[in-house]
């Protein structure tokens, strides 16, 4: 006779981050609660002893060793592959759960059945809000997003919304993939990541097909967690911003049409050269001390304006993976 499923499972997508993600394996089980859980962790091909210090301190955690880095779609798309629990549990490594609020967030799609994937509200480590979900990008958001003009004049987190003063749980259109609990039966309904994403702008994608498949999106603001930031993307800062961008290109490309997809290439390619121009500039007319910080500005926006430049006409449209 089998053994049923547990009632979590928890897949954590690992790069370089070995001891962020020991003090987040360590947090897990005070927030479960009385869950029965499997955990997995995903290697994208790590450099630091990653895969050897979570088999030594957890020998209970499954972990999937990738010889490539697969990016964060693919590797987590490996995990729910190799996972059962009715409830999936997405972690970045530096999150750090706090006690009992796996197990209310559970507890809420338990009690929900039409809600396909909850958030937690986020906390940097010094206890400041941290956005963690926002409404479907437009060309009107995403050119505030690239001029700063939304943190300037909307509010300090745009596109995400400043701290809510209510507690109760509220409908959203996107919820942060960093910390995201989902429903087995929606993704079995609409499907896993989209790998065409790689990294960012996946879990936009997924809400949107959540949210087009009958399924609600809803976010916790009384339910807590605190997420470092950047433990794996700040190994590589320019090409993560030319991931981040081509990522926003990718989704106005697979949901908005051709039309909205050029406008937005050529309006926010036109604000990144613009960039790149004034930082060298600023780079030439600087001290030895600041000249290195200006260089490092004008290469990022350079490679993020080459993105935009490139554009997605020349990639086919790549299908959405599903699990068996």
Known sequence: MSASPPDLSCLVVNWNTRQALLELLRSISAAVG??????????????????????????????????ENLGYTGATNRGLAASSAPFVLLLNADVRLLSGAVEEAAAYLSAHPDVGAVGLALRDPDGCHQA???????????????????????????????EPQRTEPREVDW????????????????GGMDESFWMYSEDTDWCYRLRQGGWRIVHLPSVRAIHEGGASTSQMPVEMAAQLNRGKLRFFAKHYGTGRTTALRLLLGAVY???????????ALSGPGRRAFWTTAAETATA?????????????????????
Do not use: K, Q
């Open 175 to 190: 919820i942060t993939g960093c910390l995201m609990l989902i429903r087995r039966e929606a993704i079995d309904e609409v």
């Open 132 to 162: 963690s979900h926002a409404r479907f990008p437009t060309l009107r958001s995403e050119l505030l997003i690239a001029t700063g003009l939304g943190r300037r004049l909307l509010n300090p987190y745009f596109p995400g919304e400043r």
């Open 304 to 324: 993020v304006a080459n993105v935009y430049r490139r554009g997605l006409r020349s990639e086919a449209p790549e299908p959405v993976w599903r699990p068996e």
């Open 34 to 67: 009385s869950l029965t859980t499997e955990r997995v962790v995903i290697d994208n091909a790590s450099s630091d002893d990653s895969v050897a210090a979570v088999r030594a301190a957890f020998p209970e955690v499954a972990v999937i060793e990738s010889p």
């Open 273 to 283: 050269v613009a960039r790149a121009v004034v930082y060298r500039i600023c780079g």
